[in-house]
C-alpha cells in the first residue's frame, strides 16, 4: 500500500456492562468522561481518516452526540472488541464507506499517544501481506513489572512476528545477568499495549473464527488469531510514547488517572 492511499477507521468499541468496573465509560477523569478523552486523543492521529465509537448503549450514544462523537451502534451480544469494531465496519461500508485498514482503539486508554496510533498503522500498511494485524509493544525493564500478570508479555520472532502473548514471563532468561544488565536496548521483555490495527479482509476472518484453546487459557483474544496461522506483527516503541501506562480497568485505575490528568492540567 502507498502512503497516500491508505484509508483507516479508527473505532473506539465502548459497552457499561463490565464485570470488573461498571459504567467506566462515563467516569469523569478531571472534568471529561473516558470515552470523551479516548476520542480527544484518537483524533488527533494524522493517519486515522475516519474515527468512531461503537456502542450498543444508549447513555453512551447520548455522550456522543453531546460531545459530537460520532457514534455507531452495535448489537449487544458481542464477546469481544474486535466483534463490534467488525460491525462497526461493515455497517459503515454499507453507507457506502471503504478502508484499507481499521484500529481497534481501546476505550479504557485516556491518554493514548496519537503519535503511537500513527505508527502501528505505518507498520502495517508498510509490512509483508504475511501480516494480517499489527500491535504494540514497549520494553519492560522492572522485574516487578514483568512478573506482573497483570502484564502482558510478547515473544518476539524476526521482523517484528510476534510468536506468543503470555500473562507469564516470556521469554525466559535462563542466565540473567542480574539488574545491571537490563536495559531499554537489552530488556527483560516487551510489554504488549492494547492497540489493533487489521488489514480489512483480515478483520472478517478474524471476526469468524472459533475461540483457541490458548485463548481461553490466557484470556487473551489475541491468541485465537497465532492460533489460526494469522501473522501478527508487533511494532515497538518507546516507553516514553505510552506512557503513562495508564488503562482503566478499576476504579484505583481511574484515581491514577484523574491524578495524572491533574498533575499535567490535561
Known sequence: MKKGLVSCLGVIPVRLESSRFPNKPLKVIHGKTLVERVWLQASRSKRVTTLVVATNNEEIAAECSKKGMRCVMTRSSHET????????????????ASFDLVANIQGDMPFVNPVVIDSVVA?????DAGFGMATIGTPITSLEEFNRAATVKIALGES????????????????????????AE?????????????????LDVISQLPKAFTE????????????HGIGIRAHIVPRDQVEPCIEVD???????????????GL
Not at 503470555?166 to 539488574?179: T, V
Not at 499495549?193 to 488489514?199: H, K, P, S
Request: glycine letters at 8%.
Open 81 to 96: 472488541g474486535t466483534d463490534r469494531v467488525a460491525e462497526a465496519c461493515a455497517l459503515l461500508e454499507a453507507q457506502g
Open 123 to 127: 507498520s502495517l500498511a508498510s509490512a
Open 160 to 183: 517484528g512476528r510476534a510468536l506468543y502473548f503470555s500473562r507469564a514471563a516470556i521469554p525466559h532468561w535462563r542466565n540473567f545477568p542480574g539488574a545491571e544488565g537490563v536495559t
Open 186 to 202: 537489552n530488556p527483560l521483555g516487551y510489554k504488549h499495549m492494547g492497540l489493533y490495527i487489521f488489514r480489512r479482509a483480515t
Open 216 to 227: 481461553q487459557r490466557e484470556s487473551l483474544e489475541q491468541l485465537r488469531v497465532l492460533a
Open 250 to 264: 478499576t476504579p484505583q485505575d481511574l484515581e491514577d488517572a484523574e491524578r495524572y490528568a491533574c498533575e499535567k
